[in-house]
């Protein structure tokens, strides 16, 4: 149903949330990757690159560039 719904699965909803904020979080450039890592729910940083990497294209850090 949840699909149905959205249109989406309930995690490509929870990962694009997550992807929008850190992309907000890099665009401000006053936390550590590490830190956008945590605050967006990722316990690890190289977890969280792996994902942004597979969502938006490009690094965090290129991203934020």
């Known amino acids: 149903g949840f699909k149905l719904v959205y ?8 990962t694009e949330s997550r992807m929008e904020r850190a992309k907000a ?3 401000q450039g006053d936390m550590s990757i590490a830190e956008i890592a945590y ?6 940083d190289s977890a969280f690159i792996r994902a942004f990497k ?9 991203y934020r560039k």
Do not use: F, H
């Open 7 to 14: 249109g989406k699965g309930s995690r490509a909803l929870i």
């Open 25 to 27: 979080l890099l665009s």
């Open 39 to 44: 605050e967006t729910g990722y316990s690890d």
């Open 54 to 62: 597979r969502c938006v294209g490009v690094t965090p850090a290129a």
